[in-house]
């Protein structure tokens, strides 16, 4: 620590002495010994002098030499003075030092760390930034310097951090303190690993500074707890959107027909296939054009989902209305052949569906917490769906009668709606929402013949929270058992989190068996 | 004057059907023994081992539909969830049978070698008395019981009926299946039990105790037959068709429908355990697949295909599904769920009251064309 301390004292003075590199330094860089060269090539980066920033890019560029005494630079045909930096002749027969692999790293990190003295804004910002997780106690005076000349806010935040860090090590207790202090107000896992070892005795002897230290990382912890549960509730945010897609469809034909279709899940399938189908198409006809292939996907996988559904309506379901647990049984088999099917038409091993480009990646928000790009637009494109949904259901004259026939079937026969027709035109519909959550999850999950089965009790559990024949209780209990799985997945466990939100479904009904939000009014069976 | 019961139980079924009864029971206790056991394997007489485990195992199933028939045909309640108590039964007796197996398993270890492998070393609590073949006895119809109580309670008392109901057990089912999964819950995880040695201390696969397992299943089947032809003509089979018709009204006559659901209900979930008990010792496996909500969907499909409200239809539904399944799944394997599928809609869609339906109506169409 002293000799650290006197290093510093040596750069302050080296700096306000001479204008030039001290020469002796600099040809300590072409000394025989390693060990003589790492530390003059320290001593150096302390100087925090430009001409430093010259001599160490040299020769981590094997242009230093050693001619005679003196220590050149040479550049082409050209030969400068080591320390001042002046031209001169060039020497006869220039000796080139040893740079091994460890002078190698050192330099490295040297002139990283000199970064922090540019001029430019934005190399000391990428530097400060690289420093974070690499710094070492004898850094210490140097960042103590860079902080006094640092003008920007955002680096000069991070600089506190590295200086922080750096005198964790100091044999000052007071500035261990000061240290901890300052490093207690961030949230990265790689910090409270920083500060771990310093809440032992065996770490830390200083008994103040052990109990800030235990209360630091007390402190870090429960931001990064916060983080993480701010990351689940967006997963969940971002299931629960899934589930939506899933559910306004079932939440439809149920509403609409009374009927619970089984291969609701196959007509998400149907949708990720499409999407895998036009992948396909892109890449052989329109590979220029790939990362396009998902918005193309959209219409085709809502019409090829709605074109099975209408098969399906009236080829079977037509012929069962009013014998409900028939038709789920039906249903079923048409699940059944609709996997196989697709077993036959594609194999059973999953395709691969990629992400387009602008999906990968994500916004960082806290150091451990990236929201994907791919779920933020899922969650984004739920909401339009539910939005187009919602003006389909309430700003047309199809909503209307849909909306009649879910209310009244008989009166609205009555009155000349074709119920018939739409009967047709609203199972359509929800399979073609179906085929959208199809699009939506081939980007966030595998795309094969047995995907659709995964999702359908989740999707039976919204409609029977949400309660039939509104949106909007599809909508709440969808988010709400997106969010409250993923939330509980992460302090249960997957398996128990699904048991306990069973359990609970089942609570739920008990008290409320319309679900949340139930037609009012007085029914007959 | 209440007949005595011998005359009530007499009377459950007419006399063809007491006929039929027995030649089944003749066919399966003596016939097939002796067609197996005194016939070299080269004999056009001979009963294979394989034919022998099929009917045994398709027996089982038959069991399990008679069960799913009184629920459905006759309750009007349709469960989707009825392989969670046929497995419920099947693990509670592989319980027993794993523990039979002593020191013969590969780690030659007192445990099991899934808690071997696990690291474990001890029995869970609920393995305790799990070498007692009575308490296993009772475990395979009391857990079954349990569960189907507690969750039949809190569903039939909130009224949650119809597809409701179907989708909540599907749910059930589900979730235990997801449950079994996991190596910590302590039945195996994704292997489940298998590899058993004895049962009773005598070997498994023996001829003997193949033919010993396969009669009791018959007899098993034939029992419940009767009891269950008894059951739905007493008064309470009555009220529960009742209650399938019209369940408001029932209530407003003054019956609580809650009371017969939920007897009706135990009582299969119970009739699937003893099935899932009989079925593991001859097929020599259980995992958690059993509980897969399609495994469950499909007894559903053998009572249409039999023809639901009928006690014989069920049998004969599981008997038809499963042979054409054992056939497919040889000759042309991605071809049976193409089969099943449109099976369920046809079935659905044209045989509402499955096989037996069809030929009540083609025999009153030969009765009508006779006059």
Known sequence: ?525 | MRKPLTLRILSALDKKSWLALGIFLALALVVVPVLHLHFPEDSALHVSTYAITLIGKIMCYALVAVAMDLIWGYGGILSLGHGLFFALGGYAFGMYLMRQIGRDGSYGADLPDFMVFLDWKELPWFWLGSDKFGWVAFLVMAVPALVAFVFGYFAFRSRIKGVYFSIITQALTYAAMLLFFRNETGFGGNNGFTDFKRVLGYSITSSETRLVLFGLTAVMLAVTLVFSAWLVKSKFGRVLTAIRDAESRVMFIGYNPLWYKLTIWVISAVLCGIAGALYVPQVGIINPSEMSPGNSIEIAIWVAVGGRGTLIGPVIGAFVVNLAKSWFTVSFPEYWLFFLGLLFIVVTLMLPQGLVGLWKKIMTKKGAEAC
């Open chain 1, 1 to 525: 620590m002293k000799k650290t301390l006197i290093a510093l004292l040596l750069g302050l003075g080296s700096l306000s002495a001479q204008a030039a590199l001290d020469p002796m330094q600099v040809r300590q860089l072409a000394a025989e010994d390693s060990t003589d060269k790492v530390a003059a090539i320290r001593q150096l980066t302390q100087t925090a002098d430009p001409d430093a920033v010259r001599v160490l890019k040299a020769m981590s560029e094997d242009s230093l030499f050693l001619a005679g005494d003196k220590v050149v630079i040479i550049d082409g045909d050209k030969a400068f003075d080591g320390a001042t930096g002046e031209a001169i002749k060039m020497p006869a027969n220039p000796e080139s030092p040893t740079v091994n692999n460890r002078i190698r790293g050192e330099l490295a990190s040297a002139l990283a760390a000199l970064k922090l003295f540019d001029a430019d804004a934005g190399v000391r910002l990428a530097s400060a930034q690289k420093l974070q997780s690499q710094v070492t106690p004898e850094m210490a005076p140097l960042l103590a310097r860079a902080l006094e000349k640092e003008t920007d806010a955002q680096i000069k935040a991070l600089l506190v951090l590295a200086h922080a860090q750096a005198n964790l090590g100091n044999a000052d207790p007071a500035a261990r303190l000061a240290a901890v202090k300052a490093l207690a107000e961030t949230s990265s896992p790689t910090i409270k690993s920083v500060l771990l070892p310093l809440t032992e005795k065996a770490g830390e002897p200083d008994d103040k500074v052990r109990y800030e230290a235990i209360a630091a990382v007390k402190a870090i912890d429960s931001r990064l707890a916060i983080a993480e549960n701010v990351g689940r509730a967006f997963s969940g945010l971002s299931l629960g959107s899934i589930l939506l897609l899933g559910a306004l469809g079932l939440a439809i034909t149920y509403g609409v027909m009374g009927i619970i279709n089984m291969a609701h899940g196959e007509l998400l399938m149907v949708g990720a296939y499409a999407t895998y189908g036009m992948q396909t198409l892109f890449r052989a006809y329109f590979p220029n054009a790939i990362d396009w292939y998902l918005p193309a996907a959209i219409p085709v996988a809502f019409f090829a989902a709605a074109l099975v559904g209408v098969i399906m309506e009236r080829t079977v379901i037509r012929w069962l209305y009013g014998r409900t647990l028939e038709t789920l049984l039906a249903t079923w088999g048409l699940s059944l052949v609709l996997i196989q099917s697709a077993r036959v038409l594609f194999g059973a091993q999953n395709v691969e569906v990629s992400n387009p480009s602008w999906m990968s990646g994500g916004i960082e928000v806290m150091p451990n917490l990236i929201l994907p790009w791919n779920r933020i637009i899922i969650v984004g494109f739920a909401m339009f769906v539910l939005f187009l949904v919602w003006v389909l259901m309430n700003k047309t004259r199809l909503g209307m009668f849909v909306r009649a026939v879910t209310q009244n079937r008989a009166m609205a026969g009555c009155v000349g709606v074709p119920t018939a027709r739409i009967d047709t035109m609203a199972f359509a519909l929800g399979a073609g929402i179906a085929g959208l959550g199809g699009v939506a999850l081939s980007q966030i999950s595998n795309v094969g013949p047995d995907m659709g089965q995964g999702y359908i009790v989740d999707s039976f559990m919204v409609v029977v929270v949400g309660g039939v024949g509104q949106l909007a209780g599809a909508v709440w209990a969808a988010l709400g058992l997106g969010i409250f799985s993923k939330l509980l997945e992460g302090w249960a466990g997957a398996v128990i989190a699904k048991i306990s939100i069973l359990v609970c479904i089942i609570i739920f009904i008990q008290k409320r068996p319309q679900g949340i939000f139930a037609l009012k009014g007085r029914f007959v069976e």
